[in-house]
């Protein structure tokens, strides 16, 4: 199974961006996938993850009502819409993925992109 993240960038607070993160080489549809993230000199924290089938959706309490995931299973395609961007959301956002069980721990997934920098200025 082979990720691709894109989308990332420079953004002013307050402004909104959307993460792509393309699959290939593998079952889409059979994939509980996730978002993370890690700034400068802090540890990969868990932002999203959505279930196989779109179903269910977990969120980190620090983006909850601002960021929201969603797949596409026609293009094999997992998206983040992230809106009201803040300074602190600045990091390196890796997609991830894993066969079935939807999980918010980084050591369950099997699969990583190789990140896209979403920097937010102030």
């Known amino acids: 199974v082979q990720l691709v993240e894109s989308g990332g960038g420079l953004v002013q607070a307050g402004g909104s961006l959307r993460l792509s993160c393309a699959v290939s080489g593998g079952p889409f549809s059979n994939l509980a996938m996730g978002w993370f993230r890690q700034a400068p000199g802090k540890e990969r924290e868990f932002v999203a993850t959505?279930?196989?089938?779109?179903?269910?959706?977990i969120y980190a309490d620090s983006v909850e009502a601002r960021f929201t995931i969603s797949r596409d299973h026609h293009n094999n395609i997992m998206y983040l819409q992230m809106d009201n961007l803040k300074p602190e959301d600045t990091a390196v956002y890796y997609c991830?993925?894993?066969?079935?069980?939807?999980?918010?721990?980084?050591?369950?997934?099997?699969?990583w992109g190789q990140g896209t920098q979403v920097t937010v200025s102030s």
């Open positions: 991830a993925a894993r066969y079935f069980r939807i999980s918010q721990a980084d050591v369950d997934y099997a699969y």
């Open positions: 959505i279930s196989w089938n779109g179903g269910t959706t």
